[in-house]
């Protein structure tokens, strides 16, 4: 199962200082809900997991990353992850791509794409692609506020690395569709 996610943020630094954040792996990895970074060397590769649980089940996936695109005078960076699961219960990939841009305050845009693929057991959990867009949007929204709170303190609220609860994000994005309107009929 392919799904193809667009999400964006805003950030109050300048595209430059963005720019150089997003090239720290081991800043970003603390920014990303359930992410752990266990190898990098400062290059291209780096090895890490994502911890999720789904109800009662705990899912890790364990695998590696590299950066496919780094192209410092558009501001655009695209990265592959791939891990299987690591009781055998499936396989991930994503490739990631974030454009920067200026925004009208002098902060930055950060347009990003996800493509996911899933296969094996795992690809049940995302048979509606609606639910894991309102899912993508969550992670999206968390590793943005994570990531301005890393601008403005120097630190990631407690608990950013840990597990995220895919039934927890599933029932805030669905509280964030009825506040927006978009879950109730008319």
Known sequence: MAIVCNNSFRLTLPPPDTWALLQQLDLMATCFPGGTLSEWDGGDSFVGEVATRLGPMSMVFRGKGRILERDADTYRMRVRGEGAERRGRGRAQADFTFELSEDAGGGTL???????????AVAQYGRGAGMIQALADELTLQFA??????????????????SLSVARLAGRAVMGRFRRGEGVSK
């Open 110 to 120: 950060v347009a990003s794409t996800t493509e996911v693929t899933l296969v094996g």
């Open 145 to 162: 506020s994570n990531l301005a709170r890393l601008i403005e303190t120097g630190e990631v609220e407690a608990g950013g690395g840990k």
